[in-house]
């Protein structure tokens, strides 16, 4: 299910100080098609194999692929071997062409296992900056723990890691990578710690750039939908002397922003009953509510809402929010990356790489708020019939208005924004021993700075307008175009905003070659040893005035891993000792053992095993232990937990009825000593080439993947007693002081807010530990399958292909003590699938895809009082692409393509659920019917 403007706020890590205090309130593409593949100036012709391989069987890269000598297939640390017993999938540069992809991001989206983005749009993730999410990142299958700051999708480029991007998120920015300078994308969808390290549970996503290149190449397009354009150029240029190559590549993007009115079916309503009513009371005409015990989100308790002009009782005035709201937004890039690589003599090469990438979003909406109003104010409204002081004493009625600012600054005016810089650069030398043994040594340096602003109202200072007497710096919600204009800028002079950089320096050496061979081949071994060392430096302020974050210190976090690993795969059966019904059989091994300066040791191994018992047919299946570390941002938080205050009671437990005006206090950051997140993953699958039907290709593999110590935070709502029990204390009566001197040790500021209430003889009813820590589980279950057929003819050549993920499995704990939970009976599609159709004609290419992901189960309740079922969103690509025929330099290597993306303008299914962080809709988003047209020349 998709969630836009706040969906994903508790999804996902980012959710600060505000958003506990929010939810208290509340709770009150594998392209299987394979057009023909050219060979580019320059570059391997292996390596066009190994696309072409992939490319045309969906990317399963089985044991007797061809591939080049000097080619390490990712999730292998060996030379001309595929990981033995595993599940590679692989776009190749063709494929990468018909996707019509402007970023990285977007061409993940293409892969049905990367279910997160698949039939999405990634780029939607970047316009909840409201909620501080500065980077998009990919999940393989979803098994990313949801709300830790790290990933359990490893990203990497070149097999090698890079520093990682986001504020309250710690997580590798694909879209760092320029495209023009990705010659192919292969994901390794098991578990990986064997062989990387940390992150690897869900899978690797590699990012391997181009070698050589020469010559000057050109690629520019422009894409129009309804109320949306997006347009990107890249112009790579190289030179290839033979024994080296260099060459430069730079990649512009920028695109428009996608508003909630620019599409029907995003919709902020109610559909408890029709004719639906916008959920919205922060509109143009303000609503008043006396007797409101003011809590964030707009959450009220026992108040009488009164709409203007006319105060009539039970009235209120309602306004779609999400309408101004931006969905996707506004975003702008530059990424250059170059690369040298040389022969320095028969046995020794060398290849440098160096990018950086640097990536702003805007996005817009209209400022609101809610004031709570004292009497003392002059423009206070009281409407008629209504008691000033209904307990006969001299405590006024509680009033708090909700209302836009729109009338006085305008809609659109509200500007979050955010900042992704990342930069890197690394060496690799390659030394060839002898004719059995390579030395590779990587020397790679990277560094992020990433920033996010996003404005709002000062709630302080906007209470302490509705309680001035001053009318100069009283507020007037009732009619906020009559406030003084000084008043209303300083009221919008401030904003929630953060700052994080993060610098890596990594070193590695591997050793490799062939250690004995038996009759069944050659015995080959890989070696290795890493340094990491990750320097994090965070900042993030709520309620400051707007641009003084950087008047504000880091705080940092540093951290050492120190590696070593190792790999060998055995041929027992081969070519010439094959018989009966083995004509293969492959086993490896694998492992890594981390030790981190602050957590302690892991070790992680994986065995594989591939059986052909035909030349046609293999069976492959794997076993392994992955983990996720804590990322610096994780452990920081327990530098930064901080206590707050709340004066009404956020959770009941059940038979109790708490003393009226009882207090809530929550703890929020990290537990400290936080530990990895676990998992054992093992996989089946089989490869089939019949030779009965030349050009099929079938693939299955069974996946089952368990994920424990997962790095999550207690619920904010009423299940925080059935689910962490034990991270709730309550007294009817109000907590002793030594309960809450003991509650306020655990984090710096504790005793400033305790103490007072203390002193005040302030009933506190509950203690809400919220830190993150090491508590759920996960275990997933499924199947991923190919299938791809390509028949020659006369004319060209024909293809099919289908790829898809299909989830058996999937069930959640969110602590030890917590029930089970079986997540696939609701609100979640088991079903995703791609199947391509395509034809190459001469020196045209025309292809159609359609992108399925399955409809789900959802709950009836009171919030949705007609809907048991979410639809399936389907969606139709096409993709045209002409090779201009001539010999002149101004027609050869001149091409044109034309993609249009859900050609039929599905609309996501409707969702119709009364929640205000739902928009309407439900199991992907679309821009519409999105027109993309091309061109490209090479020189």
């Not at 090469?349 to 990438?357: L, N, P």
């Not at 890197?424 to 602003?453: M, Y």
């Not at 205000?916 to 020189?939: C, D, H, M």
Request: glycine share 8%; with cysteine; hydrophobic share 40%.
């Amino acid at each position: 299910m998709r969630r836009i403007v706040s969906p994903r706020a508790g999804l996902r890590s980012g959710a600060g100080a505000g958003s506990i205090a929010i939810s208290l309130a509340i709770a009150a593409n594998c392209s299987p098609a394979a057009a023909q593949v050219s060979v580019e100036d320059g570059r391997d012709a292996q390596t066009q194999v190994l696309e072409q391989r992939t490319v045309g069987s969906s990317a399963n890269i089985s044991s007797e692929s061809p591939v080049d000598s000097e080619i390490v297939v990712t999730g292998t640390l060996l030379r001309g071997a595929t990981p033995v017993g595993s599940n590679v999938i692989a776009l190749g540069a063709q494929a990468i062409a018909t996707t019509g992809a402007t970023t990285a991001n977007e061409l993940l989206a293409t892969i049905p296992q990367v279910s997160n983005y698949f039939n999405d749009v990634p780029t939607a993730d970047l316009g909840i900056a409201v909620n501080q999410i500065q980077i998009a990142r990919p999940n393989i299958r979803n098994i990313s723990p949801p709300n830790a700051a790290s990933s359990g999708t490893l990203i990497l480029v070149d097999g090698h890691r890079i520093a990682s991007s986001g504020v309250r998120q710690a997580s590798v920015d694909p879209e760092a990578i320029p495209t023009g300078a990705i010659e192919r994308v292969e994901v390794a969808t098991e578990g990986g710690s064997a062989t990387y390290g940390a992150d690897a549970v869900a899978g690797v996503i590699n990012f391997i750039t181009r070698r050589r290149f020469d010559g000057l190449k050109v690629d520019a397009r422009y894409g129009i939908a309804d109320d949306y354009w997006q347009t990107d150029a890249s112009v790579t240029t190289g030179k290839d002397w033979g024994t080296g190559s260099a060459y430069i590549s730079y990649t512009f993007t920028k695109s428009d922003a996608l508003f909630g009115r620019d599409r029907d079916f995003i919709r902020g309503v109610s559909y408890a009953a029709e004719p639906y009513v916008p959920l919205g009371r922060e509109c143009d005409a303000p609503n008043l509510s006396i007797n409101t015990v003011f809590v964030p989100a707009n959450a009220t308790l026992s108040s009488v809402n009164y709409a203007a002009p006319g105060f009539t009782r039970n009235t209120f005035n309602a306004c779609d929010t999400v309408r101004d709201s931006t969905i996707v937004p506004a975003a702008e890039r530059h990424g250059a990356f170059a690369g040298l690589f040389q022969n320095l003599d028969d046995t020794t090469t060398v290849d440098i790489r160096a990018f950086y990438s640097r990536r702003t979003t805007k996005s817009s909406d209209t400022f609101r708020g809610v004031v709570n109003m004292a009497a003392t104010n002059p423009f206070y409204v009281l409407p008629a019939g209504v008691n000033p002081a209904p307990s006969g004493g001299a405590i006024a009625q509680r009033q708090a208005v909700s209302f836009s600012f729109g009338p006085a600054v305008g809609r659109d005016t509200r500007h979050a924004r955010t900042l992704t810089e990342v930069w890197g650069f690394n060496a690799e030398l390659k030394k060839e021993l002898n004719d059995d043994w390579q030395v590779r040594a990587l020397g790679n340096f990277s560094g992020s700075n990433t920033a996010f602003q996003s404005p709002g109202a000062s709630t302080p200072r906007l209470n302490a307008a509705g309680r001035s007497d001053d009318p100069a710096t009283a507020i007037n919600p009732y009619d906020i175009a009559s406030t003084n204009p000084a008043l209303i800028a300083d009221l919008l002079d401030n904003e929630i905003a953060g700052q994080a950089r993060d610098t890596l320096i990594d070193l590695r050496a591997i050793a490799e070659g062939r250690l004995t061979t038996l009759p069944g081949g050659e015995v080959r071994m890989a070696l290795g040893y890493e340094f990491m060392r990750d320097e994090f430096q965070q900042r993030y302020q709520t309620d400051i005035r707007r641009d003084t974050l950087g008047t504000f210190p880091f705080s940092i976090y540093n951290r050492n891993v120190h590696s070593v690993f190792g790999e060998v795969q055995v041929p027992l059966v081969g070519a010439d000792n094959a018989g009966g019904i083995v004509r293969s059989f492959i086993v490896s091994a694998s492992g890594r053992y981390d030790s981190y300066s602050d957590f302690g040791d892991t070790f992680n191994p994986k065995f594989g095993a591939t059986l052909k018992p035909l030349d046609w047919l293999s069976f492959r299946g794997n076993w392994g232990t992955s983990f996720t570390a804590p990322t610096p941002l994780d452990q920081l938080g327990s530098l930064q937990n901080q206590i707050n205050s709340f004066n009404f009671v956020a959770f009941r437990r059940p038979g109790e009825t708490p003393t009226p005006g009882s207090f809530t206090l929550a703890l929020q950051g990290s537990q400290p000593d936080l530990q990895p997140q676990k998992a054992d993953t093992w996989s089946v699958g089989f490869d089939a080439d019949p030779p009965a039907i030349p050009g099929l290709h079938a693939s299955v593999s069974y996946y089952n993947v368990k994920f424990k110590d997962l790095l999550a935070t207690p619920s904010p709502n009423a299940t925080i007693f059935t689910n962490f029990p034990n991270n709730i204390t309550t007294n009817i009566t109000g907590l002793s002081p030594a309960q809450l001197r003991a509650f306020a040790a655990l984090a710096p500021n504790g005793a400033a807010v305790v103490e007072p209430l203390i002193a005040a003889g302030t009933r506190v009813y509950e203690v809400v530990d919220f830190r993150t820590a090491n508590f759920g589980s996960l275990k997933v279950s499924g199947l991923d399958f190919a299938l791809s057929y390509r028949h020659e003819t006369g004319f060209g050549s024909v293809d099919l292909g289908a790829n898809g993920n299909y989830q058996l499995k999937r069930k959640e704990q969110a602590s030890a003590d917590a029930p089970v939970v079986d997540v696939l009976r609701t609100e979640n599609p088991k079903l995703r699938l791609q199947t391509i159709g395509g034809m190459t004609i001469g020196r045209t290419r025309l292809q159609a895809t359609w992108n399925h992901t399955g409809g789900y189960d959802i709950e009836p309740t009171a919030s949705i009082p007609v809907q048991d079922r979410v639809g399936a969103f389907n969606t139709v690509d096409l993709f045209v692409k002409y090779d201009i025929p001539g010999k002149s330099a101004l027609l050869s290597n001149l091409s044109f393509s034309l993609n249009v993306r859900n050609v039929l303008n599905e609309e996501p299914p409707i969702l119709r659920r009364n929640n205000p962080n739902e928009n309407g809709y439900a199991n992907g988003f679309t821009l519409g019917r999105l027109f993309i047209l091309g061109v490209s020349k090479q020189f």
